[in-house]
Structures are given as structure tokens and as C-alpha cells.
């Protein structure tokens, strides 16, 4: 009897006990898209819809075992990095990478809190910027996460344009800058940009608090890769199921966040 062996997409992330983020999110992503889910933990929050109350960073040598434990039995088509705390844990996960030949690459560079707070010391974004980004197959910064990558304000829309040229120097193959945080009037305008040219996702603003789309967009990028998508129609699907969700959104906790609805659209080949 032959067996068939799916695909599997690979989150290498924080958690998130509240389920609207970071692995817990990233899974919800890859089911909903139909392909199979992998995770190893590089971070554990004791998080809900109200904040952070506390994170723990297991031991790198764990880290490690988690990803070679999936690298060893799954057919990994693509590989998606959010969370990783700092230059040790970025390095560790740049060394299991390159060991196992890594598949298409999908980087969310969560460097910035929902505050405003910065959550990288100046050495883990050196590591960022040197281990990891010329590895990406997709760069998924928002505006605040580009402005530390590049070391300058964008303020505006011309200034977007321009630094999606600079944001594809530091060596990923595409870039997809999100544009929630622009003050641009309109629909909201995600930027995107390869070695083949530029395109622009737009989508209608909503008044939404959402909380774990930035995880969601770059699994559902992840898990579009891994059936076969190019990079650049793996952002638009993307997303377009992460405004789909956001749209479906409910309020399942007593804080004023919106948490995605993953599941919002019939799964592909359902």
C-alpha cells in the first residue's frame, strides 16, 4: 500500500495561551488552508486579549530539538519565523536552517509591541538582519519593523515606495510591507516587490482592534508557498484571507481586541 505524505508548513514562533496569536495562530492559518501543521517553539508567553503577564525563552539546545525532530520525519514545504527573542535564539535557528537546507522561507520580523514598545535589543536585530533576511523567500515588515530595519522614519506613501528598493537590499528575495500603520487616506495599501517588479494589494480599512494578523498573514503566505503559489500570489491570497478574517472577527475575551476568525472560508478542496 502506498502512503501519501503531505506536505507540512513549519512555524518557528512564540506561543500565545490566548490563541489569538503567534503558533497557536499559525496553526489555526495552516489548517484552514489544508496543509499540515509543525511548530517549534522558540518562545512561551502567558498571554490573553489584555497583555502579556509573562515569557519564557526554553533552552536553545530544546529549540533545536524541536526543529530537527520535524526536519527528520516531514516533507517541510515552506518555513515561517516570527518571534525569536534574541541574537542567541536567532543565530540557533539560522544554524538548523542552514543544516537542513531549508525550504521557501517566510520572515515576520515581530520586532515592535502593539505599544510601541521595542522588543529586540540592538544585537538580536543585527543577527536579523545578517542570519535570517538573506534566507527569506518573503519579508513581511510592518511600517514601524522597516523603519528599524532601515534606520529611518516613513512617514508617508512616497516613503514606502522608496524603502521597499532598500528593504530588498538587505537580501530577501520579496518584500510585502504591510501598510496598517500608514496615515494614508483610501484603502489600505500593502506594498509588495521582487526581482520581477512591484504590485499593490488594496483592501477596504476596517474599524477593527485586530490582534494576531500579522502572524496570520505571514503563516498564510507560508502555507500558499507550500502548494505551489510564487511568491507574489502567495502575498495577494494571503492577503485576502487575512481581510476575510479580520472581517469575521469576534471579541472572545474582556479585552478591546479583536481576534481573527480563521476559519471564516471553506477549506481549498473541501
Not at 489584555?50 to 533552552?59: K, L, W, Y
Not at 537546507?101 to 505599544?115: E, F, I
Not at 510601541?116 to 535570517?132: I, P
Not at 500603520?181 to 526581482?195: F, Q, T
Amino acid at each position: 500500500m502506498t502512503v501519501d505524505h503531505p506536505r507540512s508548513v513549519l512555524t518557528i514562533a512564540g506561543s500565545d495561551s490566548g490563541g489569538g496569536a503567534g503558533i497557536q495562530a499559525d496553526l489555526k492559518t495552516f489548517a484552514a488552508h489544508a496543509v499540515h501543521g509543525l511548530s517549534a517553539l522558540a518562545a512561551l508567553t502567558a498571554q490573553h486579549t489584555r497583555g502579556v503577564t509573562a515569557v519564557h525563552v526554553p533552552p536553545l539546545d530544546f529549540l533545536g530539538a524541536q526543529i530537527d525532530a520535524c526536519f527528520d520525519d516531514f516533507d517541510i514545504g515552506a518555513v515561517k519565523l516570527g518571534m525569536l527573542a534574541s541574537a542567541e535564539v536567532i543565530d540557533s535557528v539560522a544554524d538548523a536552517l542552514a543544516a537542513h537546507g531549508a525550504p521557501p522561507l517566510v520572515v515576520d520580523p515581530v520586532m515592535v509591541a502593539t505599544s510601541g514598545a521595542r522588543l529586540l535589543a540592538e544585537d538580536a536585530l543585527d543577527a536579523l538582519r545578517r542570519r535570517l533576511l538573506p534566507l527569506a523567500t518573503v519579508l513581511t515588515p510592518n511600517i514601524p519593523e522597516a523603519e528599524l530595519l532601515l534606520g529611518h522614519a516613513i512617514p508617508d506613501a512616497d516613503a514606502a515606495d522608496a524603502a521597499l528598493d532598500e528593504l530588498l537590499a538587505l537580501g530577501p528575495k520579496a518584500v510585502l510591507l504591510k501598510g496598517g500603520h500608514l496615515p494614508e487616506d483610501g484603502p489600505m495599501r500593502d506594498r509588495y516587490v521582487d526581482a520581477r517588479g512591484r504590485r499593490v494589494f488594496t483592501h477596504p480599512r476596517l474599524e477593527r482592534n485586530g490582534h494576531g494578523t500579522g502572524c496570520t498573514l505571514a503563516s498564510a503566505i507560508a502555507a500558499n508557498l507550500c502548494r505551489g503559489l510564487s511568491p507574489g500570489n502567495a502575498c495577494m491570497a494571503a492577503a485576502e484571507y487575512v481581510h476575510g478574517a479580520l472581517r469575521h472577527a469576534t471579541r472572545p475575551g474582556r479585552g478591546a481586541v479583536d481576534v481573527l476568525d480563521h476559519f471564516w472560508r471553506p477549506r481549498p478542496g473541501g
